[in-house]
């Protein structure tokens, strides 16, 4: 699109801000176009509404909506239209009509007395996405047609994507926060302008309900936490990086962005701008802090909490058969646990295991908080659908601080034995044995180990996506693919690495950066294999390997794969071949190297 029509730098400006904070953005290049051998100028491109925006912003893919504008912007009577439809109707129509269902209850319900956003939306997300958007002044971002609505299936629950933020002139930008929705007077109407016609949406935010209090103190914080010197040198620091981008919108005299037309003066990008804006957030803030306090009520007596299951875990040995369980705080210590049929323990705030024995069909979800197990097996566990999610381990642990010493997985049936999900901790002496898929698996999360032990493994011993992992041992023993697999722009650094009686060593892809000392490939068919599966990661792909006793001859050749665009190196030598990444990974997979992917 015309640069114009993408609000020139300003719109890379706020998708750079809200990407640095971890709220999901497209990113915005520029290019020159040429269309039949004509120049067209300068235009913006941008990332589509995809799994890759989420993948490249540590994310597991999950439906994403917007609205259909053509019928009605004025929530609620809004549409919700669905990005890539017939991918979603095609492999999980399920999480689909949960997903849209979730967006529906919350159309027909939200001026209910007792009805809670935040069961529905990722309260810390939109608290900092709106205080973003007002330190920007990129309120047209935050309007119901703008924003985009991802339904993140790990923690069920929906974030905005910021799109379209329209940074503009006009009372807006100086006058007003959104928090204004909550106490609207003659005065801020008229400030407010077009954002007037999106009172009902802003309202649903910013409103006196009693389950509003800890998203507005949220909110608070996170204006407060945005005025500081430290958010101030991150916004210097973009200011550098777009000025080559001015440079050329100055030399050509493009018109400024007045949101609905062009204006009859030049674009030209004002600094001074976001420094006055922050002297009227500034002076903002304790009128804000005082109507919180004000308005806001802790939810009454009568309010229903769901019930824990700790009582039931107090015998030492314990036969359950129910299908749901949820244990807050739990210490368990010394119990032989079995159960009898497919059953899912949730476990929320700080759970400790130990010295234990769990038996049966069960999974186990750990959402926050922190995560002990010592000491303890878990035999026969199992991987339960639950269709709102995805979830893919028989232990999952999400947005956890997870410990876990002198553990031992047999014979468990899931994707992935544990799954870390946006975790960091620590792994000491662990097993899996028998696995119906991959035994490890680390997405988007920062952990360190001592002796990982993987057995008759149908997948990988140990995969990682977007994770930054260092160990010291790690040992793949009949690993029918890769013992270790690190992808999404990971690191890896390990020490002591064996492979014996399996298909495939290791595996960097992605603008993963591996490091490995010291290695060992017993009957191992190919030992290491360098390539870019996703092309939207931009970064090189490396392994460095570092072991005296490797032989580099043109044998090397045949136990290792480097595509033309990766780097391999083995004891300082650059090994290189000929392999383009497509070549390497159609020789993957089942095909020549490996297995497919067991689900």
């Not at 997948?459 to 010291?472: A, K, Y």
């Amino acid at each position: 699109q015309k640069p114009i029509i993408r609000n020139y730098s300003l719109e890379m400006l706020a998708s750079k801000v809200m990407l640095l904070n971890d709220i999901l953005a497209p990113k915005t290049k520029i290019i020159n176009l040429y269309l039949n051998g004509e120049n067209r100028g300068i235009y913006h491109i941008e990332e589509g509404f995809s799994k890759e925006i989420l993948e490249l912003n540590k994310r597991k893919n999950g439906p994403i909506f917007g609205i259909d504008d053509n019928y009605s912007v004025s929530f609620p009577n809004v549409n919700f239209d669905i990005y890539s439809q017939a991918y979603w109707e095609k492999n999980n129509p399920e999480l689909l009509t949960i997903a849209r269902s979730k967006l529906e209850h919350i159309k027909y319900n939200y001026n209910k007395e007792n009805f809670d956003l935040f069961q529905y939306f990722d309260l810390q997300k939109w608290a900092k996405f709106f205080a973003l958007s007002d330190i920007l002044a990129a309120h047209h971002g935050a309007k119901i047609d703008s924003v985009k609505f991802f339904y993140n299936p790990t923690i069920e629950k929906f974030e905005p994507i910021f799109f379209d933020g329209h940074i503009n002139s006009g009372t807006s930008k100086t006058n007003i926060l959104l928090s204004d929705f909550i106490n609207l007077n003659d005065q801020k109407k008229k400030d407010m302008g077009y954002l007037n016609g999106y009172t009902e949406w802003f309202k649903l935010f910013f409103n006196k309900s009693k389950f509003n209090k800890n998203f507005l103190k949220l909110y608070h914080d996170e204006l407060t936490r945005f005025i500081d010197r430290e958010f101030e040198q991150q916004m210097k620091k973009i200011f550098v990086e777009i000025e080559p981008y001015n440079r050329i919108y100055y030399s050509k005299f493009m018109p400024a962005d007045g949101i609905w037309s062009g204006s009859i003066l030049p674009f030209y990008f004002d600094k001074t701008f976001f420094l006055d804006r922050n002297t009227f957030i500034k002076d903002k803030l304790y009128e804000l802090k005082s109507l919180i306090s004000q308005y806001n009520i802790e939810p009454s007596d009568k309010f229903d909490y769901k019930k824990n299951d700790n009582n039931l875990f107090t015998e030492r040995n314990i036969n359950l058969d129910k299908k749901v369980y949820l244990l807050e705080d739990i210490k368990l210590s010394e119990k032989k646990i079995k159960f009898l049929n497919s059953s899912i323990l949730f476990l929320t705030g700080d759970t400790s295991i130990e010295n234990s024995y769990f038996l049966g069909p069960v999974m186990i979800v750990q959402k926050e908080g922190k995560l002990k197990i010592y000491d303890t097996i878990f035999d026969g566990l199992k991987n339960i659908n639950v269709k709102s999610t995805n979830w893919t381990g028989s232990i999952n642990a999400i947005n956890t601080i997870s410990d876990f010493s002198d553990v031992i997985l047999k014979n468990i049936h899931a994707e992935d034995a544990i799954n870390f999900i946006n975790s960091s901790g620590t792994l000491k002496n662990i097993e899996i044995i028998n696995s119906s898929s991959d035994a490890i698996d680390i997405d988007f999360g920062k952990f360190t180990f001592d002796n990982l032990t993987c057995k008759q493994i149908k997948n990988d011993c140990l995969d990682v996506s977007g994770s930054v992992i260092t160990g010291e041992s790690l040992n793949g023993y009949s690993v029918d693919d890769k013992v270790l697999s690190s992808g999404e722009e990971s690191f890896v650094e390990i020490s002591n690495f064996k492979s014996e009686n399996s298909e495939i060593g290791i595996v960097s892809k992605d603008s993963s950066k591996v490091v490995v000392n010291k290695v060992k490939f017993t009957n191992t068919k190919l030992h290491g294999a360098v390539f870019k599966k996703k092309e939207m990661f931009e970064g090189k792909t490396y392994l460095s390997i570092e072991d005296n006793n490797i032989i580099i001859d043109n044998n090397i050749y045949e136990k290792y794969l480097v595509s033309l665009n990766s780097s391999l190196k083995i004891n300082d030598k650059i090994i290189k071949s000929k392999y383009t990444s497509d070549e390497i990974e159609k020789m993957m997979y089942g095909n020549i190297y490996g297995t497919k992917t067991s689900k």
